[in-house]
C-alpha cells in the first residue's frame, strides 16, 4: 500500500484512476476545488491548487509517496505544486500531452517525416519558461495549451524536490458519454445525419488510447515503476481520419461524406495536415505493454453510437449540438 494524492481525478480516466488505486488498496487523497466529490473511502481535500496558501492548509502536515497531477496547465500552477509538494513526497507524476509535438506552437528539433515522435524531441530540462506570460487567463491558457504543458514539464523537472514524471497522451477515446470533448461524436452525429465531415486532402495519421488503458497505465507509472522524465502513452496502430469515419460508418450502416478544406485550415477533430504519431518505444522497454487501437475502437464506436442514439430515442427532433472541443484539435 502506498500514500497517493490525485490532483483532480474528477472525470473521465481520471475519475477512473482514483477508483483503481483505491481497488488497488492505496490509500488516496483527492485534492480539488469541490465540485465532484471523490468515491466513498478516499479523503477529500477541497482547495483551489492556484492559492498556493489555500492548497498548503488543507494538506497540513500530509506527506505522501507519490502525487499525481491530472491537471497541471502552467507553469505558474506547476511552481505553486513544486512549492507545496517539495518535501512532501518522493514521487511526482504529472499527465501531459501529445500537444506538446504541435510543430505549429513552438520550434522542435527536426524529425524524419513520417516517424513517431520520440520523448527526447522535447525535453523539458532545457526548455524556456515564462512565468509573466498571462497565464491566469483562462482565454490565453486554453490558446496556450501546448506551451503552458511544456513549461509546466519544465518547471517540475527543475524545480521540484522529488523525483518526477511526465506522462504526454495521446487522443483518448472510449467512455461513450463519458467522453466529455465530444470528438468521437462529432463523427458519429455526422455519419448518422449524412452530413459531410471536413478533411484535409492528404490527412495524416495520429496515435490514440482507450481511457481505461490511460487509467491503467497512470496506475502503472504511479506505483509500479520508478522512471523519470516524460513518456509517451499511446496505444499501437496509426490511423487517419477516413480510416476512423470508416470505422464509424461500418457500424452506424451508412456511406460517410466529406468535404476538404485547404491545408492549413481547420478540419474535424484528427484530420491533421502533418503527421502526429508518437513513439511508445520507452514505455515498453520500460515494461508496460499497450493493446492495438484496433481492438478497442470498434467497442469504443459501439458505445459512441448508443449514446448518440439514448437522447435521440427519447426526446424530439433537435439540431445536435457540438462541443467546442469537437470543433477543432483538442489534446487526449
Known amino acids: 500500500m502506498q500514500r497517493i494524492c490525485v490532483i483532480g481525478g474528477s472525470r473521465y480516466f481520471g475519475k477512473l484512476l482514483v477508483e483503481r488505486l483505491r481497488a488497488a488498496g492505496h490509500q488516496l487523497t483527492v485534492v480539488n476545488r469541490g465540485s465532484t466529490r471523490p468515491p466513498a473511502g478516499v479523503e477529500h481535500l477541497v482547495a483551489d491548487r492556484e492559492d498556493e496558501a489555500a492548497l498548503v492548509a488543507a494538506l497540513g502536515s500530509r506527506t505522501f509517496d507519490v502525487v499525481v497531477d491530472q491537471v497541471c496547465y502552467s507553469p505558474v500552477q506547476a511552481a505553486i505544486a513544486a512549492r507545496a509538494f517539495g518535501g512532501r513526497?518522493?514521487?511526482?507524476?504529472?499527465?501531459?500531452t501529445i500537444e506538446v509535438y504541435h510543430p505549429a506552437t513552438a520550434a522542435l528539433p527536426p524529425v524524419p517525416a513520417g516517424t513517431p515522435v520520440p520523448e527526447e524531441t522535447v525535453d523539458p530540462r532545457g526548455w524556456q519558461v515564462a512565468m509573466d506570460l498571462p497565464w491566469h487567463d483562462a482565454t490565453y491558457l486554453d490558446a496556450h495549451y501546448s506551451e503552458g504543458k511544456r513549461q509546466a514539464e519544465a518547471v517540475l523537472t527543475r524545480d521540484g524536490d522529488f523525483a518526477f514524471a511526465s506522462v504526454r497522451v495521446a487522443h483518448v477515446l472510449g467512455g461513450g458519454a463519458l467522453e466529455f470533448t465530444g470528438r468521437l461524436a462529432h463523427y458519429v452525429e455526422r455519419v448518422v445525419r449524412g452530413e459531410a465531415i471536413t478533411v484535409h486532402e492528404e490527412a495524416r495519421p495520429s496515435v490514440?488510447?482507450?481511457?481505461?488503458?490511460?487509467?491503467?497505465?497512470?496506475?502503472?507509472?504511479?506505483?509500479?515503476?520508478?522512471?523519470?522524465?516524460?513518456?509517451?502513452?499511446?496505444?499501437?496502430?496509426?490511423?487517419?481520419?477516413?480510416?476512423?469515419?470508416?470505422?464509424?460508418?461500418?457500424?452506424?450502416?451508412?456511406?460517410?461524406?466529406?468535404?476538404?478544406?485547404?491545408?492549413?485550415?481547420?478540419?474535424?477533430?484528427?484530420?491533421?495536415?502533418?503527421?502526429?504519431?508518437?513513439?511508445?518505444?520507452?514505455?515498453?522497454?520500460?515494461?508496460?505493454?499497450?493493446?492495438?487501437?484496433?481492438?478497442?475502437?470498434?467497442?469504443?464506436?459501439?458505445?459512441?453510437?448508443?449514446?448518440?442514439?439514448?437522447?435521440?430515442?427519447?426526446?424530439?427532433?433537435?439540431?445536435?449540438?457540438?462541443?467546442?472541443?469537437?470543433?477543432?484539435?483538442?489534446?487526449?
Open 89 to 96: 513526497t518522493r514521487r511526482y507524476v504529472m499527465t501531459s
Open 208 to 332: 490514440f488510447i482507450h481511457y481505461e488503458e490511460m487509467a491503467d497505465l497512470l496506475l502503472w507509472a504511479s506505483t509500479a515503476t520508478g522512471f523519470t522524465g516524460p513518456l509517451n502513452a499511446c496505444s499501437d496502430g496509426l490511423f487517419d481520419v477516413r480510416e476512423l469515419v470508416a470505422a464509424v460508418a461500418e457500424q452506424a450502416g451508412r456511406e460517410p461524406a466529406y468535404r476538404t478544406v485547404p491545408a492549413g485550415e481547420t478540419a474535424s477533430p484528427f484530420s491533421f495536415d502533418r503527421h502526429y504519431a508518437m513513439s511508445n518505444a520507452r514505455a515498453k522497454r520500460l515494461g508496460y505493454p499497450f493493446s492495438h487501437t484496433r481492438d478497442w475502437l470498434p467497442g469504443a464506436i459501439a458505445e459512441a453510437l448508443s449514446a448518440y442514439a439514448a437522447p435521440v430515442a427519447s426526446a424530439p427532433p433537435a439540431a445536435p449540438t457540438v462541443s467546442a472541443a469537437a470543433s477543432g484539435t483538442v489534446a487526449g
